[in-house]
């Protein structure tokens, strides 16, 4: 049983998954859009949302634990650009598109996960 046993686990250790994560959420801080497979993305989703609802104390320690979730750029982007422009949204900050095409070695679903 699965109780209490939230998130997925990307077929890796919990310290590889946390480093992707946190290389995800740069990436995707930085570009505004990435494509990754659909697994990843659903995990992505929860994780760059709860930090923006974060940043969108602005105050500093919201910017502290920014920090050291993220790359210091992405942190950056996020407490000052991404986090005003959603003020008055209660949730939802990102977008998942499936995609038709398949990954071609090994045929994993792909999504592209954007800002709304």
Same mark, same amino acid.
């Given at each position: 049983m699965r109780h209490l046993?939230?998130? @997925?686990? *990307?077929? /890796?250790?919990?310290?590889?998954?946390r480093a992707l994560l946190k290389i995800?959420?740069?990436q995707?801080?930085?570009?505004?859009?990435?494509?990754?497979?659909?697994a990843k993305a659903k995990e992505l989703r929860s994780f760059v949302e709860r930090l923006i609802s974060c940043g969108k104390k602005q105050?500093?320690?919201?910017? @502290?634990? *920014?920090? /050291?979730?993220?790359?210091?750029?992405?942190?950056?982007k996020i407490f000052h650009e991404l986090s005003p422009r959603y003020l008055s949204r209660k949730g939802g900050y990102l977008q998942i598109i499936k995609q038709t095409k398949r990954r071609k070695h090994d045929a994993s679903k792909m999504a592209?996960?954007?800002f709304v």
């Open positions: 046993k939230k998130g @997925r686990k *990307l077929s /890796r250790k919990r310290g590889q998954r995800l959420a740069g995707l801080v930085e570009k505004e859009k990435i494509i990754t497979t659909e105050n500093l320690a919201a910017l @502290r634990l *920014l920090l /050291r979730r993220l790359p210091k750029l992405a942190a950056y592209m996960i954007k």
